[in-house]
């Protein structure tokens, strides 16, 4: 089992960029793909960003296209989520997951979440 802890949230104007970071321990000797979902309000949570173990593959929701930026520290065991040119509509609790491939991030282990605002 892999337990994660994100961080990096908080309250931003719009056109504004934050950095969530997600720190990994535990189980982290295996490979594992890694992703970021969030949820906002009265909504379902949604998928964000994933990268795989290597980093060599990254995939991203069409929202987050151009604006986001996943990548991974592996030495580190920390995922980072880079959020540009952010809009109030990405307001919402994010998440990192892990799990043993992409496909599966969804069933993986999850973190606290950390809350992203985002101000017209």
């Known amino acids: 089992q892999v337990q994660l802890v994100e961080s990096g949230g908080g309250l931003v104007q719009a056109g504004g960029s934050l950095r969530l970071s997600c720190a990994a321990s535990g189980r982290t000797s295996s490979r594992y793909a890694m992703g970021w979902f969030r949820q906002a309000p009265g909504k379902e949570r949604e998928f964000v960003a994933a990268?795989?173990?290597?980093?060599?593959?990254?995939y991203y929701a069409d929202s987050a296209k151009g604006r986001f930026t996943i990548s991974r520290d592996n030495a580190k065991n920390t995922l980072y989520l880079q959020m540009n040119s952010l809009e109030p509509e990405d307001t919402a609790v994010y998440y990192c997951?892990?799990?043993?491939?992409?496909?599966?991030?969804?069933?993986?282990?999850w973190g606290q979440g950390t809350q992203v605002t985002v101000s017209s």
């Open positions: 990268i795989s173990w290597s980093g060599d593959s990254t």
């Open positions: 997951t892990s799990a043993a491939n992409i496909a599966t991030l969804n069933f993986g282990s």
